[in-house]
C-alpha cells in the first residue's frame, strides 16, 4: 500500500489548492489582499533572515558523543565526567571569528570552536577558539576590538589602519597576533585544528574543593595549515573549503575526533603565580602544569537542516552544570552576560527551547514565561513564581557554588604595563616555530601591515621588536622601515611611544 500523498497546507494546515498563481481580479490582475496564502508566504519570505552573529557569523556544525577516559572526580562533581567509559550527546560548532556570513572559510582569522554538551544535569556549553590566547583581557575593549576588524564606517571596506591602529595601541594584544599570522592562523579543515577554552574556568567536587583548570582539545588528525599563499588562492578557488570538508568527511564516515587535555592549578598556586592565572592573554606553560587526558569526542553526524541545527545554535560560556564554573578572568565575566544577551536578540528570549539548543536529558522546568516564540505549553497552570505552595520547582540547595574570597576597592584597575606581555610571544618565535614557521610569520604580517600608515607600521613593528629583536627587524627590514628608529620606539613606555606616533 502505498503512502497517502502529502498534501501542501498554510502554515496554520490549511490545503494549498495552488502554488503557482496569486489569487488575482482577472487573468491580468490585480493580485487580491484575500489571498492568505500569497500573504504568508511572502511574509515570512521577509523574515526568512535573522540578524547574523556580530563575530562567528560563518560556521559550520555537527553532531556526535564526548566519552571520558580516565578519572577527573578528584576535581569535579559534574556528572558528565563521573566515570570513565561515559558518553555524552553533544553538538560542535566551528566558525571563522571576525567575517560575514559570505566570508570565506581560508581567510586569516581565529576559528571558534563552541561545544554543546547535553547532559544530566543541564547543557553545559564550552565556548573556545582554536588558540589558547586573546587578543585582549577586558570586555570594556571588546567592541571597539570588534569595530576595527569590521569594515570602515566611512568606506565599507576592510581598513588595514583601523587593524593595526588598535592592535599597535594594545601591547597585550602580540602574544594573539603572532599566533594570527602564523600559518595557525589559516588551518586547512576544521578538522585538523585543536580547541581551547582560552579562559580559566573551576571544576569542584563534593567536598566543595575548587581548582582552576584550561581544556584542550587536541586533534587526532594532526594539525594542517594553509600557508599564507595557500590560503589566498583558495578564498578563489572554493570559499566554502573548509565547510565543505567538514561535510563530506562525516557524510563517507571519517568521523573526526578529539582529545580532551586539562591543566590544572590550585588555589594557592594561582594566588602566588609569576604572571595572572586568570590573564587570557597568557597561557600556563605546560612544564608548570602538565596537561591530563580527561576524555573524547567523536563528530559522527551531519546536520539535517543547517539554519535550525547550526544558525539557531546558541552557545554560551555561562551555561554550566554542578561541578564546573567560571573564574575571575575579566573577559570571561564579561562574556557571561553578553552572550546570553545577543542570543535574546538574535534569537529572542525563548531561544532556549529551540530543539538544537534545549535539554535533551533532563527536563528544563523555571519559572520563566511568556516572550516571542514560547514553543511549549509556557508551563501550563502552574505557578510562575517562587516561593510557592502549589508544587512548583524547588531550589536543590545540595548544589552550592563553592564560596570564593573576594576583597579591594571597587575601581577601573588597570593592568600594570610592563614587558611580561612580550615574553610569551617571544619564547613562541623562539623556541617554538622553525625557521620555515617564522619565515611564513614574517612574510604575512608584512603583507598585510604594508598596506597601513607608516607611523602604525613604526609602532606595530616596535611590539614585535620588544618581544623578539631578531622578529622585529625582519618585520622592519621586510616594510622598509628604518630598523634604529624601530629600536628607539621599542625602548620607550606605551605612553611615549603612542605619542611620538601620533597623527
Given at each position: 500500500?502505498?503512502?497517502?500523498?502529502?498534501?501542501?497546507?498554510?502554515?496554520?494546515?490549511?490545503?494549498?489548492?495552488?502554488?503557482?498563481?496569486?489569487?488575482?481580479?482577472?487573468?491580468?490582475?490585480?493580485?487580491?489582499?484575500?489571498?492568505?496564502?500569497?500573504?504568508?508566504?511572502?511574509?515570512?519570505?521577509?523574515?526568512?533572515?535573522?540578524?547574523?552573529?556580530?563575530?562567528?557569523?560563518?560556521?559550520?556544525?555537527?553532531?556526535?558523543?564526548?566519552?571520558?577516559?580516565?578519572?577527573?572526580?578528584?576535581?569535579?562533581?559534574?556528572?558528565?565526567?563521573?566515570?570513565?567509559?561515559?558518553?555524552?550527546?553533544?553538538?560542535?560548532?566551528?566558525?571563522?571569528?571576525?567575517?560575514?556570513?559570505?566570508?570565506?572559510?581560508?581567510?586569516?582569522?581565529?576559528?571558534?570552536?563552541?561545544?554543546?554538551?547535553?547532559?544530566?544535569?543541564?547543557?553545559?556549553?564550552?565556548?573556545?577558539?582554536?588558540?589558547?590566547v586573546f587578543f585582549i583581557r577586558d570586555p570594556l575593549k571588546f567592541p571597539d576590538f570588534i569595530h576595527t576588524q569590521k569594515r570602515n564606517p566611512a568606506s565599507n571596506l576592510k581598513d588595514?589602519?583601523?587593524?593595526?591602529?588598535?592592535?599597535?595601541?594594545?601591547?597585550?594584544?602580540?602574544?594573539?597576533v603572532t599566533i594570527l599570522f602564523s600559518d595557525r592562523g589559516t588551518p586547512r579543515s576544521y578538522r585538523n585544528m585543536n580547541g581551547y577554552s582560552s579562559h580559566t574556568y573551576m571544576w569542584y567536587n563534593k567536598k566543595g574543593e575548587h581548582y582552576w583548570v584550561q581544556l584542550h582539545f587536541k586533534t587526532e588528525q594532526g594539525i594542517d595549515n594553509f600557508t599564507g599563499e595557500e590560503a589566498e588562492r583558495m578564498r578563489g578557488v572554493d570559499p566554502d573549503c573548509v565547510t565543505r570538508d567538514l561535510h563530506q568527511s562525516i557524510e563517507k564516515g571519517d568521523y573526526p575526533s578529539w582529545r580532551l587535555e586539562v591543566q590544572i592549578m590550585t588555589p594557592e598556586q594561582a594566588k602566588t603565580y609569576r604572571f595572572d592565572p586568570f590573564d587570557v592573554t597568557k597561557v600556563w606553560p605546560h612544564g608548570d602544569f602538565p596537561p591530563?587526558?580527561?576524555?573524547?569526542?567523536?563528530?559522527?553526524?551531519?546536520?539535517?537542516?543547517?539554519?535550525?541545527?547550526?544558525?539557531?545554535?546558541?552557545?554560551?560560556?555561562?551555561?554550566?552544570?554542578?561541578?564546573?564554573?567560571?573564574?575571575?578572568?575579566?573577559?570571561?565575566?564579561?562574556?557571561?552576560?553578553?552572550?546570553?544577551?545577543?542570543?535574546?536578540?538574535?534569537?529572542g528570549p525563548n531561544y532556549h527551547l529551540l530543539p538544537i539548543n534545549a535539554p535533551k536529558a533532563c527536563r528544563m522546568d523555571s519559572y520563566q514565561r511568556d516572550g516571542y516564540m514560547r514553543l511549549d505549553d509556557n508551563g501550563g497552570p502552574e505557578p510562575n513564581y517562587w516561593p510557592n505552595s502549589f508544587s512548583g520547582p524547588n531550589p536543590d540547595p545540595d548544589l552550592p557554588f563553592p564560596k570564593l574570597d573576594v576583597s579591594g576597592t571597587a575601581a577601573r584597575h588597570a593592568y600594570e604595563l610592563g614587558d611580561v606581555d612580550?615574553?610569551?610571544?617571544?619564547?613562541?618565535?623562539?623556541?617554538?616555530?622553525?625557521?620555515?614557521?617564522?619565515?611564513?610569520?614574517?612574510?604575512?604580517?608584512?603583507?598585510?601591515?604594508?598596506?597601513?600608515?607608516?607611523?602604525?607600521?613604526?609602532?606595530?613593528?616596535?611590539?614585535?621588536?620588544?618581544?623578539?629583536?631578531?622578529?622585529?627587524?625582519?618585520?622592519?627590514?621586510?616594510?622598509?622601515?628604518?630598523?634604529?628608529?624601530?629600536?628607539?620606539?621599542?625602548?620607550?613606555?606605551?605612553?611615549?611611544?603612542?605619542?611620538?606616533?601620533?597623527?
Open positions: 500500500m502505498k503512502d497517502k500523498k502529502r498534501v501542501l497546507t498554510t502554515g496554520f494546515g490549511m490545503p494549498v489548492d495552488n502554488d503557482l498563481n496569486s489569487m488575482t481580479a482577472g487573468a491580468k490582475g490585480p493580485v487580491l489582499i484575500q489571498d492568505v496564502h500569497l500573504t504568508e508566504k511572502l511574509g515570512h519570505f521577509d523574515r526568512e533572515r535573522i540578524p547574523e552573529r556580530v563575530v562567528h557569523a560563518k560556521g559550520a556544525g555537527a553532531h556526535g558523543y564526548f566519552e571520558v577516559t580516565h578519572d577527573v572526580t578528584k576535581y569535579t562533581c559534574a556528572k558528565f565526567l563521573s566515570e570513565v567509559g561515559k558518553k555524552t550527546d553533544i553538538f560542535v560548532r566551528f566558525s571563522t571569528v571576525g567575517g560575514e556570513r559570505g566570508s570565506a572559510d581560508s581567510e586569516r582569522d581565529p576559528r571558534g570552536f563552541a561545544m554543546k554538551f547535553y547532559t544530566e544535569e543541564g547543557n553545559y556549553d564550552m565556548v573556545g577558539n582554536n588558540t589558547p588595514p589602519d583601523m587593524f593595526w591602529d588598535f592592535l599597535s595601541l594594545t601591547p597585550e594584544s602580540i602574544h594573539q591530563r587526558d580527561v576524555g573524547r569526542f567523536v563528530l559522527n553526524r551531519n546536520p539535517k537542516n543547517y539554519f535550525a541545527e547550526v544558525e539557531q545554535a546558541a552557545f554560551s560560556p555561562g551555561d554550566f552544570v554542578p561541578g564546573i564554573g567560571p573564574s575571575p578572568d575579566k573577559m570571561l565575566q564579561g562574556r557571561l552576560f553578553s552572550y546570553h544577551d545577543t542570543h535574546r536578540h538574535r534569537l612580550f615574553v610569551q610571544p617571544g619564547d613562541l618565535y623562539r623556541k617554538v616555530m622553525k625557521d620555515k614557521d617564522r619565515e611564513h610569520l614574517v612574510s604575512n604580517i608584512v603583507g598585510h601591515l604594508k598596506n597601513a600608515q607608516k607611523r602604525i607600521q613604526l609602532r606595530q613593528t616596535a611590539l614585535f621588536y620588544k618581544a623578539d629583536s631578531d622578529y622585529g627587524q625582519r618585520v622592519a627590514k621586510g616594510l622598509g622601515l628604518n630598523v634604529d628608529e624601530v629600536k628607539k620606539l621599542a625602548a620607550m613606555s606605551q605612553e611615549e611611544r603612542a605619542e611620538a606616533t601620533a597623527k
